[in-house]
């Protein structure tokens, strides 16, 4: 029987790599080419294609081309290593959190759709010269992003369930919140994060306070989000429900700016994914430990 | 005769500061006071009163809220010198610079706009990971931007007449222009700097480039930016003429972004000018040397 192949979408598979097939997202492949599969990397972003897992017999592991990972964790089959895309996402997100936070506090949003009307309109917008900034998650986006503010003047703050160096214990949370000026989420969703971002949180931010989602959409709840608005201004990457429907309130709610779900996507993934991927098949193919092992089926 | 007065918008002046008196701009003041005044502050922005500069027959220093000076030089008195604002505005411009240059290249603008329908439309943008960048001028505003850029991973090239320690040039910019990502205009109004984006310029950049005007509008000449829309991007704080007119083509141009001259405007702004201000005055006062002399009459 032949070596089990690599399996990837084809943008993400590195040039000239041996025993690897590539597939076009969105495309069926055939039964047989699922049964040699033994390094599966499923389509970027939601994973529409995770349910093929199933239908490779000699899998093996599952490298995924995102951070997140919750949804491909009861899919693993037994034996089956799961890793995800550490490194590759993390300073695009960070990237993201930090022009949206200049967007809503410059009025680069409302300057993007007074262009529409031809409409000049000065105002003062808010620095982040010493904004007091908390983010909440120590992993790789949200150190990524503690480090790209650092020019900016800013006194931030990081917190995580550990206390650890130069991060504050979430313990800390409710004392922080009334005297901060932007809270960034950037923790995964787990069964502790779901839903933390609630009426609760949300009424202890003093007025004008910035909260900037580009964790998960469950990370917060959409309803206590629709209460607060206004009083407190939004900058969501994602969204719950996510993609987030025509005639959703939340679109047109004042103090609510919204992207969709761009963190991690930008020209520097296929190239830093590639990467990743050719170095993990290496260590795959050589029984080498594996890199941003996430869960083992 | 009394000591000359301080004289300031209102909001510049530091409190409890004496022998000063603030105006609100827009009003017109009396006569009688203007003729006391030795220390005066223009409005912000376009500095509509600095023709009171001619009434005030016991003035030495006229201390600008802004970076830019090249207004008030014409109608500088012989005796009199001029400061600006050096320190005041530059992070708030380079908060802006970063931040219109995220919008543009993950699409902020246009998710802004998409807003307005309830349009989900995910597309992936570019990085500033590894993105070459051209910063021209080594002022303030240049040497902020570029330590604000610092953690985005960028290659950054800061380009200013005479060669300095880690400043290239300005020679070298048409060689250097054909492999740039970005160039970000950080000089200010001079016979030398006016028009200098002209279409020659613009041919140099390679398709895809972004241009990024923080400095003033007529450093570029917007014809050939509107000839070079679309194969090129323009993040505009500032245009030519300004405020641009509601009927002007600038503003439904694809590929121009436009911002109405907020870049050094923020709340940052009133606490630094405030602190600026009294330092100046105590050295006026106390025949000290002035910091920021732009020019003497």
Not at 21 to 41: K, N, S
Not at 267 to 282: M, T
Request: glycine fraction near 8%.
């Amino acid at each position: 029987m032949a070596e089990p192949l690599v399996f990837a979408p084809d943008y993400l598979l590195p040039v000239h790599m041996q025993g690897a097939v590539g597939y076009r997202e969105g495309h069926e492949p055939d039964a047989e080419l699922l049964e040699r599969v033994g390094f599966f990397v499923p389509a970027y972003i939601e994973h529409p294609n995770a349910g093929w897992i199933a239908r490779m017999p000699r899998l093996e592991v599952v490298q995924l081309p995102t951070v997140g990972f919750d949804a491909v964790v009861p899919k693993l089959p037994t034996g089956v290593t799961l890793c995800n895309a550490a490194g590759v996402h993390e300073q695009s997100t960070a990237e993201l959190a930090v022009g949206s936070i200049i967007t809503v506090w410059r009025g680069l949003d409302r300057a993007a759709r007074d262009m529409v009307e031809g409409a000049w309109s000065h105002r003062r917008g808010r620095s982040l010269q010493q904004a007091r900034v908390v983010i909440i998650g120590a992993g790789g986006v949200g150190t990524a992003i503690a480090r790209t503010l650092e020019p900016f003047g800013c006194v931030t703050t990081v917190l995580a369930r550990t206390r650890r160096p130069s991060v504050a214990p979430i313990a800390d949370l409710h004392e922080i919140l009334p005297r901060t000026d932007i809270v960034i989420l950037a923790v995964p969703l787990t069964d502790e994060t779901a839903g933390m971002v609630n009426d609760d949180f949300l009424s202890r931010l003093a007025d004008g306070s910035l909260v900037v989602n580009v964790s998960r959409g469950s990370v917060a709840v959409t309803e206590d989000i629709l209460r607060h608005a206004g009083r407190l201004d939004f900058a969501l990457d994602v969204t719950e429900p996510e993609p987030l429907p025509e005639t959703h309130r939340l679109w047109s709610t004042p103090g609510v700016f919204i992207t969709p779900h761009i963190g991690g996507d930008t020209d520097a993934f296929p190239r830093l994914a590639q990467q990743l991927i050719g170095e993990q098949v290496e260590c795959w193919r050589n029984d080498q430990p594996l890199r941003n092992v996430v869960a083992s089926g």
